[in-house]
Nanobody
Framework: QVQLVESGPGLVRPSQTLTLTCTIS??????????WSWIRQPPGEELEWMGV???????YYSPPLKSRTSISRDTLKNQFTLDLAPVTPGDTAVYYC?????????????????WGQGTQVTVSS
């Protein structure tokens, strides 16, 4: 069974870098069966897809966030990481890592079948 667990800081200062890690169990990040994404939900708003890393390590990003976002993976640790910089209070949200089966539309949160529990990140001085 595929499981995902997010980890990272709950509070980040404005202008700093937010780094979140997603640890995967039950499958390998390097297999070609899933797309691996970061998705967030600001308070009172809809889920927002941020970016994806595919089974071969290729990354794609949401255009509005592309200049501030980087996703990388560590196949030995079976993890993928989100870096977002510089952050502003508008980046306050619950952040999720999620997996969608290959062939689905990775930009749509509704296509994701496996989710982490989510981690609250607050950007504040």
């Amino acid at each position: 069974q595929v499981q995902l667990v997010e980890s990272g800081p709950g509070l980040v200062r404005p202008s700093q870098t937010l780094t979140l890690t997603c640890t995967i169990s039950g499958t390998s990040i390097a297999n070609d069966f899933y797309y691996w994404s970061w998705i967030r939900q600001p308070p009172g708003e809809e889920l927002e897809w941020m970016g994806v890393v595919t089974g071969d390590g290729t990354t794609y990003y949401s255009p509005p966030l592309k200049s501030r976002t980087s996703i990388s993976r560590d196949t030995l640790k079976n993890q993928f990481t989100l870096d977002l910089a510089p952050v502003t209070p508008g980046d306050t949200a619950v952040y999720y890592c999620a997996a969608a089966e290959r062939g689905r539309s990775w930009t749509l949160p509704s296509e994701y079948t496996h989710w982490g529990q989510g981690t609250q990140v607050t950007v504040s001085s």
